[in-house]
T-cell receptor, first 112, second 113 residues
Framework: DTAVSQTPKYLVTQMGNDKSIKCEQNLGHDTMYWYKQDSKKFLKIMFSYNNKELIINETVPNRFSPKSPDKAHLNLHINSLELGDSAVYFC???????????FGPGTRLTVL | AQSVTQLDSQVPVFEEAPVELRCNYSSSVSVYLFWYVQYPNQGLQLLLKYLSGSTLVKGINGFEAEFNKSQTSFHLRKPSVHISDTAEYFCAVSPSGTYKYIFGTGTRLKVLA
């Protein structure tokens, strides 16, 4: 059973398009995250939800909008995609503070 | 604010040799400390963590790390590396009682035959 899953694994799209990435965790965790990893492997937190409520919202363009329909799911919608959005996006979950994070396999987004 | 510094972007080492990957952090509040490993084309997985107690922490795959509060360091060590340890290693801190995690820039460990 996959603990944290993301779909799709690869996403290739044109500039200006809108796309979504989905994340699901079956660990019963209360907290979920989105991270962006750039080509130099730098990992930056974007958003975090705890029990469906937004608790972390880093400096991210408002073209990015997270949505948590329930505490097992955290989706990321991106409007008007730009070349600089090309990266690997990781979803993660944790049981709360002081817990380790469990990462999904990543979604490699390529904007042409 | 907190920050994490991994000074070595790449560390080449021969198989069966020991290795140390360095991590220093800066924080005005107490933090929890983590090391994660990322194999090619995969997500991150936890190697070990320090929350409290003994400053020497043992993790998976023979790795260990030592928390040094005075030097604000949390260096990762392995006495004898294998080819399969080739990966990217990330140090991370989380301020106690928060949901925030700050990752270092990563150290690429390359084990040579």
């Amino acid at each position: 059973d996959t603990a944290v899953s993301q779909t799709p694994k690869y996403l290739v799209t044109q500039m200006g398009n809108d796309k979504s990435i989905k994340c699901e965790q079956n660990l019963g965790h209360d907290t979920m995250y989105w991270y962006k990893q750039d080509s130099k492997k730098f990992l930056k937190i974007m958003f975090s939800y705890n029990n469906k409520e937004l608790i972390i919202n880093e400096t991210v363009p408002n073209r990015f909008s997270p949505k948590s329909p329930d505490k097992a799911h955290l989706n990321l919608h991106i409007n008007s995609l730009e070349l600089g959005d090309s990266a690997v996006y990781f979803c993660a979950s944790s049981p709360g503070t002081a817990g380790e994070q469990f990462f999904g396999p990543g979604t490699r987004l390529t904007v042409l | 604010a907190q920050s994490v510094t991994q000074l070595d972007s790449q560390v080449p080492v021969f198989e069966e040799a020991p290795v140390e990957l360095r991590c220093n952090y800066s924080s005005s509040v107490s933090v929890y400390l983590f090391w994660y490993v990322q194999y090619p084309n995969q997500g991150l997985q936890l190697l070990l963590k320090y929350l409290s107690g003994s400053t020497l922490v043992k993790g998976i795959n023979g790795f260990e790390a030592e928390f040094n509060k005075s030097q604000t360091s949390f260096h990762l060590r392995k006495p004898s590396v294998h080819i399969s340890d080739t990966a990217e290693y990330f140090c991370a801190v989380s301020p106690s009682g928060t949901y925030k995690y700050i990752f270092g820039t990563g150290t690429r460990l390359k084990v040579l035959a």
